[in-house]
């Protein structure tokens, strides 16, 4: 079984930057991109950016301009960066593969924003 583990999440205040980490088990970066999910208190987790298996990036538009993805096959990682946090981007941040994604969820990583 596939497992994810994110790292990278703190407190930071409102314009600072983040980089998130995620390793996986397994060959699955190699085969598939990778997808970085967030979910906020009370709200439903959302797709807030991905990676093709051609290596093209896709963004929410709430994040565009802010957050970049990539990977490193060797290390078996995905990455995130975030730049300009806004406190509205406070979420548990998860990652999986794209574009289905797999039931084993990792624990996530949680960014905190304050104002």
């Known amino acids: 079984q596939v497992q994810f583990v994110e790292s990278g999440g703190g407190l930071v205040h409102a314009g600072g930057s983040l980089r998130l980490s995620c390793v996986a088990s397994?060959?699955?970066?190699?085969?598939?991109?990778p997808a970085w999910y967030r979910q906020a208190p009370g709200k439903q987790r959302e797709l807030v950016a991905h990676?093709?298996?051609?290596?093209?990036?896709h963004y929410a538009d709430s994040v565009k301009g802010r957050f970049t993805i990539s990977k490193d096959k060797v290390k078996k990682t995905a990455y995130l960066q975030i730049d300009n946090l806004q406190p509205e981007d406070t979420a548990v941040y998860y990652c999986?593969?794209?574009?289905?994604?797999?039931?084993?969820w990792g624990q996530g990583t949680q960014v905190t924003v304050s104002s």
């Open positions: 999986n593969r794209y574009p289905v994604p797999l039931d084993s």
């Open positions: 397994g060959r699955v970066f190699e085969i598939y991109g």
């Open positions: 990676m093709t298996s051609r290596d093209t990036t």
